[in-house]
């Protein structure tokens, strides 16, 4: 695992393909990731609803959102 990366951050829930494949993405890169699923911490699906996200995952590095699975693949593309 590669901390110099910095760490990404995975809003989930339980039967979410699009959560398993950015974390398979993050996992393959070495990267370091912590997965909350709002299954487990109801609240965080009351928030994501709250600032407007509609699905999961949700994803942050660091300090910054980066968005879905698929933002997450353009983003790990453009930062090699
Ligand atoms: N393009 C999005 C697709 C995400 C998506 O459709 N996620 C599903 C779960 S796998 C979802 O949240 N659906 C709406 C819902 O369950 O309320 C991405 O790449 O993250």
Request: with cysteine; net charge positive.
């Amino acid at each position: 695992m590669r901390m110099e990366m910095g760490m990404y951050w995975i809003l989930t829930k339980a039967n979410c393909p699009h959560c398993d494949r950015a974390k398979d993405m993050l996992a393959k890169r070495g990267l370091v990731y912590q997965a909350f699923s709002y299954d487990t911490h109801p609240m965080l699906g009351k928030l994501m609803l709250a600032a407007g996200m509609r699905t999961v995952p949700q994803i942050w590095h660091d300090k910054e959102h980066i968005g879905g699975a698929d933002d997450l693949e353009t983003y790990l593309t453009k930062s090699g």
